[in-house]
Nanobody, 128 residues
Framework: QVQLVESGGESVQTGGSLRLSCAAS????????MGWFRQAPGKEREGVAIINSNNLDTNYADSVKGRFTISQDNGKATLYLQMKSLKPEDTAMYYCAAGRYLACYTTAWRGGSNFPYWGQGTQVTVSS
């Protein structure tokens, strides 16, 4: 069982920056693909960014490309999401998720169905 704990969410103004962190209880084949997802009130969950822990391949939602950067620490047990130029539409609960290698190589990654492990979420609020 993999446990994920997110932190770093807070309220910021438009144009601000935040860095989210996700601490994983273990690094294994079950956490070979890790990602960030978000869900705003009344909206479906959407994939934000994913990273392959082995080769560091990344993929981003079009809405965050050029503004958000996903990364991992050298020990691979902590996942980060650096967010810049934040917009009100980025307001959401942000979740960290982990899955096996192939989760990073499916066009359906944005739905999150290939990620069996999830954190409790951290709230990001961007005010105009």
């Amino acid at each position: 069982q993999v446990q994920l704990v997110e932190s770093g969410g807070e309220s910021v103004q438009t144009g601000g920056s935040l860095r989210l962190s996700c601490a994983a209880s273990a690094y294994s084949s079950s956490t070979m693909c890790m990602g960030w997802f978000r869900q705003a009130p009344g909206k479906e969950r959407e994939g934000v960014a994913i990273i392959n822990s082995n080769n560091l391949d990344t993929n981003y939602a079009d809405s965050v490309k050029g503004r958000f950067t996903i990364s991992q620490d050298n020990g691979k047990a902590t996942l980060y999401l650096q967010m810049k130029s934040l917009k009100p539409e980025d307001t959401a609960m942000y979740y960290c998720a982990a899955g096996r290698y192939l989760a990073c190589y499916t066009t359906a990654w944005r739905g999150g169905s290939n990620f069996p492990y999830w954190g409790q979420g951290t709230q990001v609020t961007v005010s105009s």
